[in-house]
Nanobody, 124 residues
Framework: QVQLVESRGGLVQAGDSLRLSCAAS????????MAWLRRAPGKEREFVAR????????YYAESVKGRFTISRNNAKNTVYLQMNRLKPEDTAVYYCAASRLVGLLTSTSAYDYWGQGTQVTVSS
């Protein structure tokens, strides 16, 4: 079992930056591919970014490519999402997730463990 806990999100203005973190307990994160997904109001949960186990290859949704960066620190059992140049359309609940699979892992069904989610609101 893996327990994932996201850091608090927040309310920011368009163009601002925000970093989310996801701390894991129960098992070492180095055994899992990790990802961030989000659910905007009235929409289904969608893939944002993924980082593989090792080496740490990354993959991003087109909507965030060039603005968001996913990274991991296996020694700290933590995954991060650096979000720059935020837009109002980035407003969503952001979830950290872990998968034992390999590949692009853009489907929500690929993930075995989920955090509780954290709200990010971007005002215009």
């Amino acid at each position: 079992q893996v327990q994932l806990v996201e850091s608090r999100g927040g309310l920011v203005q368009a163009g601002d930056s925000l970093r989310l973190s996801c701390a894991a307990s129960g098992r070492t994160l180095s055994s899992y591919a990790m990802a961030w997904l989000r659910r905007a109001p009235g929409k289904e949960r969608e893939f944002v970014a993924r980082i593989s186990r090792s080496p740490s290859n990354t993959y991003y949704a087109e909507s965030v490519k060039g603005r968001f960066t996913i990274s991991r620190n296996n020694a700290k059992n933590t995954v991060y999402l650096q979000m720059n140049r935020l837009k109002p359309e980035d407003t969503a609940v952001y979830y950290c997730a872990a998968s034992r699979l390999v590949g692009l892992l853009t489907s929500t069904s690929a993930y075995d463990y989920w955090g509780q989610g954290t709200q990010v609101t971007v005002s215009s």
